[in-house]
Nanobody, 121 residues
Framework: QVQLMESGGGLVQAGSSLRLSCTAPGRIFSSAVMAWFRQAPGKEREFVALRRWNTGRSAYADSVKGRFTIATDNPNSMYLQMNTLKPEDTALYYC???????????????WGQGTQVTVSS
């Protein structure tokens, strides 16, 4: 069984867009908190965005605010729309699911295996 599955990564030029998807094995409960994290080579895993489905409240890292959007795609999936990509956005992106409204990776209990995003200059 796969807890979560990411897709949509790729190689793009700076200024371009990508849409990452995350699929859960079943319907995402309205009380769930869904989040995206990323990890670049030689760096710690960092928070990107989250959304609590029953309230719609979202949070974004300062580095992506105004460029990235997290939202539902269908009852068992979500996506991360990434616009105006920059080379510093290059990383392995992970989706996660938990119950706490948190920006800490340790607070999430379901994870995907990651999808690579590479942004060239």
């Amino acid at each position: 069984q796969v807890q979560l599955m990411e897709s949509g990564g790729g190689l793009v030029q700076a200024g371009s867009s990508l849409r990452l998807s995350c699929t859960a094995p079943g319907r995402i409960f309205s009380s769930a908190v869904m989040a995206w994290f990323r990890q670049a080579p030689g760096k710690e895993r960092e928070f990107v965005a989250l959304r609590r489905w029953n309230t719609g409240r979202s949070a974004y890292a300062d580095s992506v605010k105004g460029r990235f959007t997290i939202a539902t795609d269908n009852p068992n999936s979500m996506y991360l729309q990434m616009n105006t990509l920059k080379p510093e956005d290059t990383a392995l992106y992970y989706c996660a699911r938990g119950t706490s409204y948190s920006m800490m990776a340790s607070d999430y209990n379901y994870w995907g295996q990651g999808t690579q995003v590479t942004v060239s200059s």
